[in-house]
C-alpha cells in the first residue's frame, strides 16, 4: 500500500523568505505539513517539502509512495538527474558544483529508504490539493503560517482524489498563445514565440516556463516565477 503525498514550495523573492506545504495520506490518516526559511529559494522549498513528505510517509510506516508536485526540478532530478550526479561526486556535465546538494544528498538517501512514484502536476489549475499545499508553503512564506490539519481522513475538506483538471489542461495547449515566459537561473524572460523560449530552456536543470493565453496571464505567470 503507498502513501499518497502532496507538495509544493514558494518563496518570495529568489532567494529570499520561503515555505513549503505538504499532505501526507497514509491510510485513513491525513497529516499536513508546513515550514519556512528566512533565506532560500523556490527550487529548495519544492525540494524540502517532498522530502519532508516522504520521511513522513516512513514514520507513518510507508515503504512506497506517489508524489504530486508541479516541480519539474525536483521530478527530474529525483527521477533521472541525481543518479548521474552521485557518480560524478555532485558535478555537473560542465564540471561546475550541483545547485542545492545538501538537499539532493538527503534525497537520495529517503528515496533509497521509501520507493517513490513521481507525477508532475500543473501547478494553479484547480487541483484542490495541490491548491491547498500552495497555501500552506505561502503562509509559511509570508510568516503568517495557517493551521495545519492532522487526523483521519473523513474529517478532511480537502479533495486528494480529484486530478481531473490535469487531464482538461491538455486542450488548453491548443489555444494560441499570447507570450511565452522562462525562468532560468533566477532570471524571469518574456519571448513571443516558443522557438525563442525553448532555445533559452533547452537542455538546462534549474529552469521553469510556461506560455500565457493573454495579458493578464502573463502578468499572473510572471507573479508565480517571482516568488
Known amino acids: 500500500?503507498?502513501?499518497?503525498?502532496?507538495?509544493?514550495?514558494?518563496?518570495?523573492?529568489?532567494?529570499?523568505?520561503?515555505?513549503?506545504?505538504?499532505?501526507?495520506?497514509?491510510g485513513d490518516k491525513v497529516v499536513e505539513l508546513g515550514d519556512r526559511d528566512n533565506q532560500t529559494t523556490n527550487n529548495r522549498m519544492e525540494m524540502l517539502g517532498a522530502i519532508?513528505?516522504?520521511?513522513?510517509?516512513?514514520?507513518?510506516g510507508f515503504s512506497e509512495a506517489l508524489l504530486y508536485t508541479d516541480s519539474a526540478y525536483v521530478v527530474n532530478g529525483s527521477s533521472k538527474w541525481?543518479?548521474?550526479?552521485?557518480?560524478?561526486?555532485?558535478?555537473t556535465k560542465t564540471k561546475e558544483p550541483v545547485l542545492n546538494q545538501d538537499l539532493w544528498e538527503v534525497m537520495f538517501d529517503v528515496t533509497d529508504e521509501v520507493k517513490v512514484t513521481w507525477k508532475l502536476i500543473p501547478g494553479h489549475s484547480g487541483i484542490k490539493a495541490n491548491e491547498r499545499c500552495?497555501?500552506?508553503?505561502?503562509?509559511?512564506?509570508?510568516?503568517?503560517?495557517?493551521?495545519?490539519?492532522?487526523g483521519e481522513v473523513a474529517s478532511y475538506s480537502v479533495d486528494l482524489e480529484n486530478l481531473s483538471i490535469v487531464h482538461a489542461k491538455k486542450s488548453s495547449s491548443k489555444t494560441k498563445a499570447y507570450s511565452y515566459i522562462s525562468k532560468v537561473d533566477g532570471k524571469i524572460l518574456v519571448?513571443?514565440?516558443w522557438a525563442e523560449c525553448e532555445a533559452r530552456v533547452k537542455g538546462k536543470s534549474d529552469v521553469r516556463f510556461k506560455k500565457s493565453k493573454n495579458k493578464s496571464d502573463e502578468e499572473a505567470i510572471i507573479k508565480e516565477f517571482s516568488r
Open 134 to 150: 500552495d497555501e500552506i508553503a505561502t503562509s509559511f512564506a509570508d510568516n503568517s503560517p495557517t493551521d495545519l490539519f492532522d
Open 1 to 26: 500500500m503507498q502513501a499518497k503525498i502532496f507538495s509544493d514550495g514558494s518563496s518570495r523573492g529568489n532567494p529570499g523568505p520561503g515555505g513549503f506545504g505538504v499532505i501526507v495520506l497514509a
Open 191 to 193: 519571448h513571443k514565440s
Open 82 to 91: 541525481m543518479f548521474t550526479w552521485v557518480k560524478s561526486g555532485w558535478q
Open 52 to 60: 519532508r513528505g516522504i520521511q513522513k510517509a516512513k514514520e507513518l
